[in-house]
């Protein structure tokens, strides 16, 4: 009898770093005979990559393992893994194991590349496995074959880990120190990529201005030479790269981007906070006119540079002052996209331990105001871009409504009519309609969408738990379960 081939399910939390590791688990699972399905009722392996940034993120991922609990019930032979950022911290894959039992395999950041030894063994042994080692040949990893579905983008690793220990973060602990790739592995996952069609190359690191790889002939390549390299090669293509830090973006680095060929001119650029005092505190090693100073020469050589951020809000010890200095700095660098965080303690970071918390309702009604006034900024960026034609890298489509959506050089999405065969060209667009932050367009250039072949790419697909027909009843019961829970808080008082 013909056995049906077995599949996998990856869910994926937090970072374009993740999504990328997801790429390495799915080559993983692929080269072991799974083929991807889109929810766990249909899956043979669940793997959850998990992400440890804020608490909320760590609440989710415990909800929707607690969510596979029935499932397994009905199919015991489906495996269930959980690995990524949250598995490796302290003391995490001991919890995991305890509360949920149905977990077959916890394994850490560092314990990728094993995976395939992990699965085998839990298949051999039938015993439940949690590994999270520290240390790891990083070069096994970067021979993993990739499944990438993130269709005309190619996300590619320059360096992994962070010496930084941002006192709010958690990334340094649980993906340990900066270790660069060397320049010609790079440089050759970059021209195979470019010959298999990619379009969108980007450069993945924490922090890729402290990449420091070394050449074939052993000497130092900064990361300013590694952007000059990759912009030599040949093809139309575009090159971005995330994330940077406002210490290490050197001068050279941005006369690179001005006098390159392929790099986007899109620039992320996390700023943290708007107050020195608040920057210190986070073990930032920049202030605020370096900062300033930075997107000044940015803006100087750069003339159509668009810069996006990070904000973290209610960081201990933020005063109302501190806030509205980072206000300021959101009206000076006029950013295209802004990220907004509450400051989430993280266990073991030194923040954790700092006083004067800031409360949670002013950490709320900070976010409110920072979004209120990233909305008028962007809004009134945007408004600008009206009647005006930019070059578009069409990304996706959606078939049944005819439309294309692509992205501008700065990174900013735009929709508008079009077919499939678009999928992977470089497009003129022109910006028809601005609806608050949203753009649609046209194509200046009907007849040349014709001449487009169709290509495969492998576009991202949405996956999810449970049945899509059933996501309704998942919303129902989590209502349900809410209501349970302010009942409880009421009996209690
Ligand atoms: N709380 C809130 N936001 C955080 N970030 C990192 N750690 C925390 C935390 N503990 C934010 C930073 C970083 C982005 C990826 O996540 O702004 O740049
Ligand atoms: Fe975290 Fe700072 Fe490293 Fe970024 S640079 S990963 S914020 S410690």
Redesign the pocket.
């Known amino acids: 009898m013909e056995t049906l081939p077995k599949k996998y399910l990856i869910l994926t939390y937090g970072c374009q770093m993740n999504v990328h590791e997801s790429e390495k688990l799915a080559g993983i699972l692929e080269d072991n005979g799974y083929l991807p399905c889109t929810d766990a009722t249909q899956a043979d392996i669940v793997v959850f990559n998990t992400c440890a940034i804020r608490e909320n993120a760590e609440q989710k991922i415990f909800g929707n393992i607690g969510e596979l609990k029935n499932i397994k019930l009905a199919n015991p032979n489906m495996l269930i893994a959980v690995g990524g950022c949250m598995s490796q911290q302290k003391n995490y894959a001991d919890e995991i194991m305890k509360r949920y039992p149905y977990v077959d395999i916890v394994f850490g950041t560092h314990n990728l590349a094993d995976f395939e030894n992990l699965l085998k063994k839990r298949k051999e042994t039938g015993k439940r496995i949690s590994e999270t080692t520290e240390d790891e040949t990083i070069a096994l990893r970067d021979k993993l074959n990739i499944s990438r579905t993130s269709g005309v983008n190619a996300w590619v690793n320059i360096m992994y880990g962070?010496n930084?220990?941002?006192t709010y973060?958690i990334?340094?602990y649980v993906r340990g120190r900066e270790i660069s790739r060397p320049e010609v592995d790079i440089i050759s996952e970059i021209k195979k990529l470019l010959s298999e069609g990619y379009k969108q190359i980007t450069l993945l690191g924490?922090?890729v201005n402290s990449y420091s790889g070394k050449d074939e002939e052993g000497k130092e390549v900064s990361f300013a030479k590694l952007l000059f390299d990759i912009d030599n090669l040949d093809g139309k293509f575009r090159i971005r790269f995330m994330?940077s830090?406002p210490r290490d973006l050197s001068s050279d680095v941005i006369d690179v981007i001005a006098n390159s060929k392929h790099i986007c001119h899109g620039i992320h650029l996390?700023v943290q906070s708007g107050s020195d005092r608040v920057l210190k505190s986070m073990n930032r090693h920049y202030d605020i006119k370096r900062y300033n100073s930075l997107v000044d020469e940015i803006r100087a050589k750069i003339s159509d540079s668009e810069l996006t951020t990070d904000i973290i809000v209610g960081f201990p010890g933020e005063t109302e002052e501190d806030f509205k200095a980072t206000l300021d700095v959101m009206r000076k660098a006029e950013y295209m996209q802004i990220f907004g965080f509450i400051y989430s303690k993280r266990k073991g970071t030194p923040a954790e331990k700092m006083e004067n918390q800031i409360d949670k309702k002013t950490k709320k009604e900070r976010l409110s105001r920072l979004l209120t006034l990233k909305n008028d900024i962007i809004n009134a960026k945007t408004a600008k871009m009206l009647n005006q034609t930019y070059e578009v890298l069409v990304e996706s489509v959606d078939e049944q409504k005819g439309l294309l959506y692509g992205s501008l050089d700065s990174g900013k999405t735009i929709s508008f009519k079009g077919t499939k065969n678009c999928l992977g060209e470089f497009v003129m667009v022109k910006v028809i309609q601005v609806k608050k932050s949203v753009i649609y367009g046209e194509l200046v250039d009907n007849t040349a969408m014709k001449t487009f072949k169709e290509k495969n790419y492998k576009l991202p697909v949405e996956v999810s738990i449970l049945p899509s027909g059933e996501k309704n009843m998942k919303i129902l019961r989590e209502n349900k379960q809410n209501k349970k829970l302010e009942c409880d808080k009421k009996s209690k008082k």
Do not use: L
């Open positions: 962070c930084n220990f941002c973060c990334v340094p924490q922090n994330t830090h996390p």
